[in-house]
């Protein structure tokens, strides 16, 4: 059974830095991709950020390109997600995701791509 378990959320002004992470146990993480999904409230689940097996490859939505940095240790069966510049739009629910196999990079956009999810983390940022 893979568990993924977020941390890391809170409330921050505009302008400033969190960095979420996601713990997995169950299975082999070296064999799932990761991803990040965020959700306002009355708002769809929208795509942050991917990280792929090895972590060679990441994928952005435009919305965070240039501020957020996903990555991953594969020792330490974590993924990150680095957000700076923080605006009041970034607030919402962020959930972490994994699916294995290899997602085409349109794929890892979408939140129907991914097997498995974590209960989410709340991120606020106050302007």
């Known amino acids: 059974q893979v568990q993924l378990v977020e941390s890391g959320g809170g409330l921050v002004q505009a302008g400033g830095s969190l960095r979420l992470s996601c713990g997995r146990s169950g299975g082999t993480f070296v064999w799932y991709n990761m991803g990040w999904f965020r959700q306002a409230p009355g708002k769809e689940r929208d795509f942050v950020a991917a990280v792929s097996r090895s972590g060679e490859n990441t994928y952005y939505a435009d919305s965070v390109k240039g501020r957020f940095t996903i990555s991953r240790d594969n020792t330490k069966n974590t993924v990150y997600l680095q957000m700076n510049s923080l605006k009041p739009e970034d607030t919402a629910v962020y959930y972490c995701?994994?699916?294995?196999?290899?997602?085409?990079?349109?794929?890892?956009?979408?939140?129907?791509?991914?097997?498995?999810w974590g209960q989410g983390t709340q991120v606020t940022v106050s302007s």
């Open positions: 995701s994994a699916v294995p196999g290899s997602p085409t990079a349109q794929a890892m956009g979408a939140h129907r791509t991914y097997y498995y």
